[in-house]
């Protein structure tokens, strides 16, 4: 049995062939695709194992001329290029596996003499590749071990569990999975189960029929029957009722739903892929969610890195922000190498989320085309660092003191606070615009007449405020 061993770097090279030989194979080496297709044309072989990028072409996309030759060839596929984009053209020449550098020899050794053993090597070709432009970004190993989990699910239906902190890319990761899966052709449907207040929350995700209750002056299509063909996203599903997760439990079982008010039983067809940030156990242990549903819904579980144990993919996600910023209008920046590496340094609790809108706000403020690390660093320094944890605890116990030292009248507190916390937002951002009240105005989100018209109310005089 012999196995064809397309690699450029000698070193790889070198241990892979050990590995294999000690299983029994004998190996034939190459260094580029035209040596590979000469030797193919020559001898049957077992198994290949080939690298991507090589120096006459790409092992991926020259894939086809291999099958040509040889159909049912298994094929396993070693890439530095550890993006998911690479994972998923892995995947979608059916190659028997395909492992991200630097992977355990052992372990690649294994898995060629299983696809030798079953072989197993499905005639792959079922489409051109994946759709361009993937949204998700970062090579680090943490993330190599999720685009491995998003291409084991795209070829089939299995209920996905996606967890991780919030910001960390849950929702993106269900866009992904649906986008580049078998459903991409059916409605992606997302429902923010906590969002939702809970006597509505049934209704919203099973329908209801006209006068089911009061209110219900119409039949209401709910968004299992919208999903129909295609994928339901239940984000947040650590927050759902329990009345609501039943109903849900005995929907995942059934594969039909009934509307709320409704007799018929309706046949569904969706994928389900939930998300939560919260931790699971727990709650199940309190008696606050259900056990059994909790593993209908882990079928597969993908868990998200938080950013900070993945600081290596912080410059290529600031780098990405920073193009999709330009793309939306804002001025085109650059990060300098001590910038981005400054960057990768802070702890970014709200995680992706956090950095990309920190560098939507220094595309908006930069002054500069290219930041340095000097330029970054008074931007980093005003962004707020909430101690321990939940967002919006600072401004929590502001209130309270403010309340406390206050006072203000009854029938005035409303307007009386919302001043009191405007006064020092707007002074803040208008320190960090230079007095610009343009750039202060899409800073916050508001329009700048209203902006301006605020400031006069509140006696604010821009220009003061410019150090
Ligand atoms: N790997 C990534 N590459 C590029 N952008 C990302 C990545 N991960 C997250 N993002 C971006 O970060 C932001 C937050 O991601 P997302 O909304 O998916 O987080 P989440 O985990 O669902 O958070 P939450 O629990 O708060 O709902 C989005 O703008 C998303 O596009
Ligand atoms: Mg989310």
Excluded at 15 to 32: K, N, P, Q, W, Y
Excluded at 51 to 65: E, K, S
Excluded at 167 to 184: D, N, S, Y
Excluded at 265 to 283: G, S
Aim: with cysteine.
């Amino acid at each position: 049995m012999s196995v064809l061993l397309v690699e450029d770097d000698m070193s790889i090279a070198i241990v892979i062939t050990a590995a294999l030989e000690a299983e029994g194979f004998e190996v034939v080496r190459c260094d580029s695709i035209a040596e590979r297709d000469r030797l193919l044309g020559q001898q049957r072989f077992s198994a290949l194992v080939t690298d991507v990028m090589l120096t006459d072409g790409d092992g991926i996309a020259t894939i086809d001329r291999v099958r040509a030759v040889d159909p049912d060839l298994p094929i396993i596929i070693l890439s530095a290029q550890n993006t998911l984009d690479t994972a998923v053209r892995a995947t979608d020449t059916g190659a028997f596996e395909y492992f991200p550098k630097p992977f355990d020899i052992d372990d690649l050794a294994r898995t060629v003499r299983q696809a030798v053993g079953s072989n197993a090597a499905k005639s792959g070709a079922e489409e051109e590749g994946p759709p361009a432009g993937l949204p998700l970004v970062g090579r680090s190993a943490p993330m190599q071990a999720v685009y491995r989990m998003i291409t084991r699910v795209l070829r089939n239906d299995l209920t996905v569990l996606v967890l991780g902190e919030s910001g960390t890319g849950k929702e993106l990761v269900a866009e992904a999975i649906h986008q580049l899966g078998q459903r991409r052709d059916g409605p992606f449907v997302a429902v923010n189960t906590a969002a939702i207040p809970g006597e509505l929350i049934e209704s919203e995700l099973f329908g209801h029929e006209k006068g089911a209750f009061t209110g219900a002056v119409a039949r209401h299509v709910g968004k299992f029957e919208q999903a129909n063909g295609g994928t339901l996203f239940l984000d947040e599903i650590g927050d759902m009722p329990m009345q609501a997760q039943t109903r849900l439990l005995r929907a995942l079982q059934s594969g039909s739903i009934r509307r709320v008010g409704g007799r018929d039983e309706i046949k569904v067809d969706v994928r389900i892929i939930a998300a939560t940030n919260r931790d699971l156990q727990p709650m199940i242990a309190a008696g606050t969610f259900r056990e059994d549903l909790f593993y209908r819904l882990n079928v597969v579980p993908i868990t998200l890195p938080p950013l900070r144990e993945r600081a290596d993919d912080i410059p290529a996600l600031a780098r990405h922000f920073l193009a999709l910023a330009a793309q939306e209008g804002l001025p085109r920046r650059q990060l300098s190498e001590n910038a981005a590496a400054l960057l990768s340094r802070q702890p970014w609790r709200g995680n992706v989320r956090e950095l990309r809108n920190f560098i939507y706000r220094l595309a908006l403020l930069s002054r500069e085309d290219v930041v340095d690390a000097a330029s970054l660093a008074p931007l980093l320094a005003d962004v707020p660092r909430s101690e321990g944890g939940a967002e919006g605890e600072g401004l929590d116990a502001a209130v309270h003191s403010w309340l406390a030292s206050n006072s203000p009248a009854v029938g005035t507190v409303y307007d009386a606070a919302l001043a009191a916390f405007e006064r020092p937002l707007f002074e803040a951002v208008l320190r960090e615009t230079h007095g610009n009240q343009l750039r202060a105005a899409q800073v916050l989100g508001i329009n700048r007449n209203t902006l301006r018209k605020r400031l006069s109310e509140l006696g604010i005089a821009p220009g003061e405020l410019v150090r």
